[in-house]
């Protein structure tokens, strides 16, 4: 069964710190390309960030560049996003998503095959 799972989510204050997870199952892991992307109340779904699983390329949206890290273990098929001096506006429900080829690594060539069900962050004032 092919499946994403996101994890770590939760309440941290303004300029704290989260990691999110992104377990994929079921997949060739290499072959992927693995998008972050965030849906805040209200608003449309935004794209956070990607990263190919081959060659480890990634790609950032300005408004999280020099905070968000993207980074992938091929031991434990999983992918996690490194947040950073978190500010209010980052407060969303954040969903991974994969491409089955690693190639559309950039935001603009992402394809989400497949969606996890998402993780709730609350940056809090």
């Known amino acids: 069964e092919v499946q994403l799972v996101e994890s770590g989510g939760g309440l941290v204050q303004v300029g704290g710190s989260l990691r999110l997870s992104c377990a994929a199952s079921g997949f060739s892991f290499e072959d992927l390309a693995i998008g972050w992307f965030r849906q805040a109340p209200g608003k449309e779904r935004e794209g956070v960030g990607c990263i190919s699983i081959s060659d480890s390329s990634t790609e950032y949206a300005d408004s999280v560049k020099g905070r968000f890290t993207i980074s992938s273990d091929y031991a434990k098929n999983t992918v996690y996003l490194q947040m950073n001096s978190l500010k209010p506006e980052d407060t969303a429900v954040y969903y991974c998503?994969?491409?089955?080829?690693?190639?559309?690594?950039?935001?603009?060539?992402?394809?989400?095959?497949?969606w996890g069900q998402g993780t709730q962050v609350t940056v809090s004032s």
């Open positions: 998503a994969a491409d089955l080829d690693s190639r559309r690594w950039e935001l603009g060539y992402f394809r989400g095959d497949y």
